[in-house]
């Protein structure tokens, strides 16, 4: 039986496109892990850096304050940003 998937000498190689190598397209997929990554970093970033802040607290009762004061900074941050957001559809 004869091997399908050899080129016949005399068919003509595709030409490259614009200098890429085969499969350097940049691809749907790539760019949302690259997208996901990024987001997982930053958050990342910032729940360590709120865990080392409650580790730095002296009692366990204090650890629960700070842990509730975040909270209630994070709500806040968010339900202003939501608001902001809303308003800008509502003018648009």
């Not at 996901?36 to 304050?65: D, F, M, N, V």
């Not at 900074?73 to 940003?81: K, M, Q, R, V």
């Amino acid at each position: 039986m004869r091997d399908t998937t050899e080129r016949e000498p005399d068919t003509p190689a595709l030409p490259e496109p614009a200098g890429r190598p085969p499969g350097g397209w940049p691809s749907k997929t790539a760019a949302l892990r690259a997208k996901w990554a990024a987001e997982h970093a930053r958050r990342t970033a910032a729940y360590r850096a709120i865990c080392e802040h409650l580790a730095e607290q002296p009692t366990p009762s204090s650890i629960r304050t700070v842990a509730r004061r975040w909270c209630r900074d994070i709500t806040a941050a968010a339900d202003a940003l939501a608001t902001e957001r809303q308003n800008q559809e509502h003018q648009a």
